[in-house]
Antibody
């Protein structure tokens, strides 16, 4: 079955960077894009952007102000999200999902990133 | 950015009764050339990732029970659960994918009365 499995929880200090991975299985990785969405504790869903696995085209949320980089490795069917210059406002569960500019389905299990001094 | 506003923020419904969630977009998400509404609905249970229920505003995802239905067009949309079951307790989100940034509603929490 189609599945996205994400890397484990991270604790980072303010100003640091984090890189979350998302390994896809059960479908042709290059046929779909990957979207990233985050959810702060007790809050709603925030779209961060998407990457086309096929041609590398990317679309980021302006709010991230250039701090995010989305990449893929087709040899391992893995997508990555790197977020730099972390602040406490970046504390959230980060989700990857299959999807490129449209609906997201399915979603990974989520990765909790905690930013704390 | 397109702002998505859901109502109500929460609702409590008796088992077997109908639950209705509304979602309003600040501008139309209907792409006229295809006559498709670029709107999806998700269900999120505690401690779980969101799950796609509906896309194109009214197309039910495979495997989703037929008690879930989506309707509406343009700027006003509705998710209806025709007969609430215990397993439907969750937070429901609408999402527009008409333009970037894609945006979600704030969520509607559905509980059992």
């Amino acid at each position: 079955q189609v599945q996205l499995v994400q890397s484990g929880a991270e604790v980072k200090k303010p100003g640091a960077s984090v890189k979350v991975s998302c390994k896809a299985s059960g479908y042709s990785f290059t046929s779909y894009g990957i979207s990233w969405v985050r959810q702060a504790p007790g809050q709603g869903l925030e779209w961060m952007g998407w990457i086309s696995v096929n041609d590398g085209k990317k679309n980021y949320a302006d709010k991230l102000q250039g701090r995010a980089t989305m990449t893929t490795d087709t040899s391992t069917s893995t997508a990555y999200l790197e977020l730099r210059s972390l602040t406490s406002d970046d504390t959230a569960v980060y989700y990857c999902a299959r999807g490129e500019g449209g609906w997201c389905d399915p979603w990974g299990q989520g990765t909790l990133v905690t930013v704390s001094s | 950015d397109i702002v998505m506003t859901q109502s109500p923020d929460s609702l409590a419904v008796s088992l077997g009764e109908r639950a209705t969630i509304n979602c309003k977009s600040s501008q139309s998400v209907l792409y006229t050339s295809s006559n498709q509404n670029y709107l999806a609905w998700y269900q999120q249970k505690p401690g779980q990732p969101p799950k796609l229920l509906i896309y194109w505003a009214s197309t039910r995802e495979s495997g989703v029970p037929d008690r879930f239905s989506g309707s509406g067009s343009g700027t006003d949309f509705t998710l209806t659960i025709s007969s609430l079951q215990a397993e439907d307790v969750a937070v429901y989100y609408c999402q527009q994918y008409y333009s970037t940034p894609q945006t979600f509603g704030q969520g509607t929490k559905v509980e059992i009365k």
